[in-house]
């Protein structure tokens, strides 16, 4: 059993939401969003032009398509885990 110390010490999963959606509007509040989220953006991107290029030996444009065609790859893998996901909640086959 949990002590109600306890219980009273970690929030509840809505209050938690609730203070984590204050938290980023208030940031954005006084942030630009896209100058926010640029670094994470740069690393995304360039995880995929890494794979793409891993030597650094193709020229921009090829590297841009390709790297392209993965991140595509990717998203789309992402998309088929979540019809997966929906199909066995809903209990169909995956």
């Excluded at 110390?5 to 959606?21: M, Y």
């Excluded at 980023?24 to 740069?42: F, G, I, K």
């Amino acid at each position: 059993m949990v002590s109600p110390t306890a219980e009273r010490a970690q929030p509840r999963e809505s209050v938690r939401r609730l203070r984590a959606q204050i938290a980023v509007n208030a940031r954005l509040a006084t942030e630009d969003p896209v100058a926010m989220t640029a670094p994470a953006r740069r690393a995304f991107l360039g995880k995929f032009e890494a794979l793409a290029d891993p030597d650094g030996v193709l020229p921009p444009d090829e590297r841009a398509r390709r790297a392209g065609h993965l991140r595509k790859a990717h998203m789309q893998r992402l998309a088929l885990r979540s019809v997966q996901a929906r199909q066995r909640a809903a209990g169909g086959a995956a």
